[in-house]
């Protein structure tokens, strides 16, 4: 029985290595906006993202990733919500 609970968890495991991609470009580059609004909290903000990455071989990168934020958020002891236990619950 352990064995064959052993042979199934090793063709399992081992499916996960052929779906490695095949093709790794030599440079990456992404950048983004994000946006975060909520009005319930006075919070707002907006910002940038990037990353920017260097392929050496299949298997070493290298890799920077900056973000920035800017806004506004206060949140006051009101606007928290109390713990509920099970007890207070009904």
Do not use: H
Request: charged share 15%; aromatic share 16%.
């Amino acid at each position: 029985m352990k064995k064959s609970i052993f042979v199934v968890l090793l063709f399992a495991l081992s499916a996960c290595a052929f779906a490695q991609q095949d093709y790794v470009g030599r440079y990456d580059f992404y950048t983004g906006y994000s946006y975060l609004d909520s009005p319930d909290v006075n919070l707002s903000q907006r910002g940038f993202n990037t990353q920017i990455g260097l392929n050496l071989t299949k298997w070493l990168a290298f890799g920077v990733d900056y973000s920035i934020q800017f806004g506004r958020g206060t949140l006051l002891p009101s606007e928290l919500k109390r713990r509920m236990t099970p007890s207070s619950a009904n």
